[in-house]
């Protein structure tokens, strides 16, 4: 198991809150990264709860990450509307320039690979969103230089 004391402070900030489970695993994923299965165990321990228990809420939000993330995080609209304009042909593409499956993160830790539900600017579509940027009617040919920009 690593050596992971640092997050004792967070643990002892809560301690005396009912329900401190979330907000625990929130904050320290803010503080690493993501929860590494022995990040879990370390919490599990110092928390006194199963270890199952933990993994169980670690994996239910979809917000908390088990793996690295990327610099950049792209998300790809797969609305109906953006669907129906080719947002598949452009994760394809997203997948084939980074080389990496949906929910992966390439492996220069550049960008990590998502799918997002409709973004609100469906008249736009196909969008895609890179952090906070939005791109809208992006076609395939121009996915490789929207990458070149970070
Ligand atoms: S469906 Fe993609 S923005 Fe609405």
Same mark, same amino acid.
């Given at each position: 198991?690593?050596?992971?004391?640092?997050?004792?402070?967070?643990?002892?900030?809560?301690?005396?809150?009912?329900?401190?489970?979330?907000?625990?695993?929130?904050?320290? *994923?803010?503080?690493?990264?993501?929860?590494?299965?022995?990040?879990? *165990?370390?919490?599990?321990?110092?928390?006194?709860?199963?270890?199952?228990?933990?993994?169980?809420?670690?994996?239910?939000?979809?917000?908390?990450?088990?793996?690295?993330?990327? *610099?950049?995080?792209?998300?790809?609209?797969?609305?109906?509307?953006?669907?129906?304009?080719?947002?598949?042909?452009?994760?394809?593409?997203?997948?084939?320039?980074?080389?990496?499956?949906?929910?992966?993160?390439?492996?220069?830790?550049?960008?990590?690979?998502?799918?997002?539900?409709?973004?609100?600017?469906?008249?736009?579509?196909?969008?895609?969103?890179?952090?906070? *940027?939005?791109?809208?009617?992006?076609?395939?040919?121009?996915?490789?230089?929207?990458?070149?920009?970070?």
């Amino acid at each position: 198991m690593g050596n992971f004391s640092g997050l004792d402070r967070i643990i002892e900030k809560y301690s005396d809150q009912p329900g401190k489970l979330i907000p625990v695993l929130h904050e320290v *994923q803010e503080e690493i990264g993501y929860l590494s299965l022995a990040v879990q *165990q370390y919490l599990a321990e110092r928390l006194k709860l199963p270890l199952s228990k933990i993994y169980g809420v670690v994996s239910f939000y979809s917000f908390f990450n088990t793996e690295p993330r990327g *610099q950049h995080i792209i998300g790809v609209c797969m609305g109906t509307a953006c669907y129906v304009k080719g947002a598949g042909k452009i994760l394809e593409k997203l997948k084939s320039e980074l080389a990496i499956e949906m929910g992966q993160t390439s492996a220069d830790q550049r960008f990590t690979l998502t799918i997002t539900r409709c973004l609100g600017t469906c008249s736009m579509a196909p969008v895609l969103m890179i952090d906070d *940027q939005l791109y809208g009617t992006v076609r395939t040919t121009e996915v490789a230089g929207i990458l070149n920009r970070y």
